[in-house]
């Protein structure tokens, strides 16, 4: 074993944190990715910090919150001036590439305002989310009466399924995320029936297996240190797997959802969620019985690919220098407190797996350890930098670098507090709610004890006792008792709120050193008499001579 | 009169509120500024957004608020990411001139991240924060043992003062800031006791007649609309004035300073800056017999040169097209509440003039109006962008336009509440209180009946009532009968800081029309079954046909 040289940076897409074997999940078995928490550390608190595809993902690439980036949901360009990955990467000598998703919106304007033409490297690195694009495949290609969310989607994907003979405009639709019934007609994955058909593809050609393999790919032709961002779509909707993992999961293998009666017509902002098209889909039974199976067969094909992979690399020696992080964007609630997908902030989506594999000697004393340390996923930024050699720019980068717990030197991080945001303004709650597009914003704050959710609609908070209701079930936000808590955490979150976070342009060591130096460059201060003040500081200023101006020769 | 085709946009520096005749100054005299607060709106409640040029002036050339824009301080460089006058004005084909100081310091890293070359047309603008640079003048020239705190100050001005015959390498210290005496020896303007001495300059070449003249040189020259910034660097020290103005202010001038003994070894962080040298200057009444006759006549010489310009503008009918805009970035304390300088928050530092004249037959109903609105100097960019005729970009620009007290139709802002903030982390007064650099920022909000000054360095709140006492000379930060005045004003402050200032790559117009657009484009979300969900948004994945992927040919 050997320090790191290269970063597998693997993330999955809509994956619960308890969705995997070594998670606790009783009947989904993941024997590969358990196998790597066996050699890593296994973070059992780790808070994305959207819980949203690209805000979440911006935050990760950024190494900041979304109160500090701005892209505070899908689809709001992320600002040409925020610093990525690549930008604290590739100056210590780090390839910083892409396989697979993002969600990154390049700032188009800004880009022009500067003059970045979108085909220079630099046009194409601020337009891709700081990576070199190895493969772009941010997993969908929707289709609208109005075109599609994202048009771009799935191209290189579905020219690799057309030439392998799928005949179709959209095989990553028609064959990859979608059944077939007797007749020949397509049954969509858009609808949540078709779930529970097997997707018409020949397994191997499905997409976890297809970007696994353009992930080993990329590893086995490049030389120089890379971070790989190895980035799946699964198990994200369209819920729909191929067999043999169609067929693996069957009612007896669903959890119950963790929900409770007392939890519907309170607060009426979770309210609104719980009443959205997806909220209510998931509260129903038959909706969970068709879904869970196809999820829980896609998370088991993505922990057959991680075997496939791991595998590889420890066959080809790469596992004794690459360092591998296994992580979430965030997670689904499937049904969780009457809600679907993830848009809210109880641990079911806000609490993502994290698994870190670090080949050094020094890791070796923390090898298959399960850490409970308040982890964001801002850390992995500052993990990475730390990793390739250099000093974590702490200016700009939000979160802290988890080297000292995978070494064994910290048992800790050093935050009380995790934040999330999420900014429903843009959304159809919103549109439901015509609420105010500048007060739409709802911020969570959770301690190892207490989770606080505030909302700006000028609603009550909601607040839970995670050690005593680790399933989130009472909202304690209109208890009397708990006011001074709520107060605490409000507290906390305003110190959080007024963080210098756009002062990103001097380092602290920088600022520090202008302490003295206005005096040293001539700049004399409240000095009446030169005679009072160090001479040295004003030397510059003394035994001057000049004329009078009356009797200078004037060029007028 | 007709609509504003340009913007005259003159700013001092270091000019008092009230040391104006018509802001109330008794012996000062100021007819011509007073002449224009006459033809148009004077504000009384208008506040800057930092008590320090660099980053005043950046929240004004931004229309942001420090904490958005992350310039803390001097020398903090604003990032390359942000937008200025410039970016707002030409679009609208308003060219954004610069005649003086900007106090701009360039994000020289961010500028080579994106690749930004210093000499292209982009890359000036951003480094001139914006402005096409007609004469760039910051308005000192600095001399300490390690260099000059900015090597390239009063370049031009040194230039043509040397071709006047003004014999010397830095003729803007030797002539223009110091006074001489009769062994030709410099008087050095950077000590205070030499302001009594007279300028060794010929007026009409002293500083602020050179940069009118400049300014009158631009307008003479240019066709296109413009935003002229006439940036002067008077009344900022080095406090030393030629003749005539050097002898017109004497000790029955001057208004004693306001300051109370209670003030005095109170509050530390208010403490630490009384005891900083400049406080212990100004507190001394030697110190303040000698400066304020130099400011004052500084301010007087300001007063005559604007009747110059105004003069010149009305002779060439200027005055017709032209808005006129006249303010400062900061005021002074000159001995107030035992400070020097301006880097707290009493009105003495944060309110600052501002006259508006706009010579639209709209704004005839306000001509000679004094407005107590609460305004802040982020609100002249979405004036300027208005009277410009552009849409204010609100989703960017954090202020309000004026226009509408202007015309008239509004005779007060929105808002209930200013805002200013200074960061002294990288300053002396850090490093005498070895303060942590995060945690040494200060934040003031202000009502028209409150002042509430927030220390992150966990000092306790100072607290002032403006209408009770509106010289600031009781603080109540201790007082329990104001504890909930306290805790409504930190609300407002929590609110404030929460407010999504980094979501500025989408319009709010936008961010409302992509509540429905996911949907037509394709995104069907939590639907069980088609015939559950309008047709129109799933006709696309409906009646489609495929072969089983068992029957294709393979390309294997």
Request: net charge negative; aromatic share 10%; glycine share 8%.
């Amino acid at each position: 074993m050997a320090k790191a040289k290269n970063i597998l940076f693997i993330m999955f897409d809509q994956l619960r944190w308890d969705y995997l074997s070594c998670y606790g999940h009783p009947h989904l078995h993941t024997p590969h990715i358990d196998a790597l928490a066996a050699q890593g550390v296994r973070f059992s608190r780790s808070y994305i910090q959207s819980p949203i595809c690209g805000s979440s993902r911006m935050s990760t690439y950024t190494g900041r919150y979304v109160h500090s980036h701005g892209a505070t949901t899908n689809a709001v360009p992320l600002k040409v001036g925020e610093m990525t990955l690549g930008d604290h990467l590739r100056p210590l000598g780090m390839g910083t590439w892409l396989v697979g998703k993002t969600h990154m919106r390049a700032d188009a304007d800004g880009m022009a305002r500067l003059g970045l033409a979108p085909d220079s490297i630099i046009g194409v690195r601020v337009a891709e989310c700081g990576f070199d694009v190895f493969e772009r495949d941010d997993g969908m290609l929707p289709e609208g009466p109005d075109g599609s969310y994202d048009p771009e989607g799935a191209r290189t994907y579905n020219e690799w399924l057309r030439e392998k003979g799928y005949e179709s405009d959209n095989p990553w639709h028609d064959f990859a995320n979608s059944g077939l019934d007797e007749d020949g007609n397509v049954l969509s994955g858009w609808f949540l029936k078709n779930a529970s058909e097997p997707a018409n593809i020949d397994e191997p050609d499905s997409e976890t297996p297809y970007l696994t393999g353009r992930g080993i790919e990329f590893i086995e032709q490049t030389q120089e240190p890379w971070l790989c961002h190895l980035s799946c779509i699964k198990p994200h909707w369209p819920y729909i797997v191929p067999e043999p993992y169609a067929s693996m999961y069957g009612p007896e293998h669903l959890l119950p959802p963790i929900r409770g009666e007392n939890e519907r017509g309170g607060h009426p902002i979770f309210s609104a969620f719980q009443d959205s098209i997806v909220g209510k889909a998931f509260s129903r039974d038959d909706v969970r019985q068709a879904v869970l199976p196809a999820y829980m067969g896609l998370i088991k094909q993505v922990d057959d690919q991680m075997g496939r992979l791991f595998g590889w690399l420890k066959d080809t020696g790469r596992m004794d220098d690459t360092m591998i992080v296994l992580t979430s964007d965030h997670g689904d609630f499937l049904g969780d407190h009457w809600l679907g997908e993830k848009t809210f902030f109880h641990d079911s989506s806000t609490k993502v797996p994290l698994i870190i594999y670090d080949p050094s000697p020094e890791a070796d004393a923390t090898r298959g350890m399960v850490c409970d340390a308040l982890v964001e996923s801002i850390d992995l930024a500052p993990t990475f930098v730390e990793t390739a050699g250099g000093e974590v720019p702490d200016h700009i980068l939000e979160g802290q670098s988890l080297l000292p717990i995978l070494h064994g030197k910290a048992q800790d991080t050093d935050r009380q507090y995790v934040f999330c945001e999420y900014d429903y303004g843009p959304s159809g709650i919103g549109h439901k709610l015509h609420s105010d597009i500048r007060k739409s914003q709802m911020f969570m704050i959770a301690s190892k004890k207490w989770k606080l959710i505030h909302f700006e609609s000028g609603d009550r908070p909601m607040l839970f006792d995670l050690e005593n209701d680790p399933q989130e079930l009472n909202d304690l936000g209109e208890s009397n008792a708990h006011a001074e808590v709520i107060a605490g955490l409000y507290d906390a979150m305003f110190e959080w709120a007024r963080r210098p976070s756009q002062r990103t342009t001097l380092s602290e060591q920088q600022l520090i050193a202008m302490r003295t130096s206005s005096r040293t460059r001539g700049i004399v201060l409240g000095v009446y008499d030169e005679d009072e003040y160090p001479e040295d500081l004003t030397v510059k200023y003394r035994n001057r001579k000049a004329r009078p101006f009356s009797t200078l020769v004037r060029d007028d």
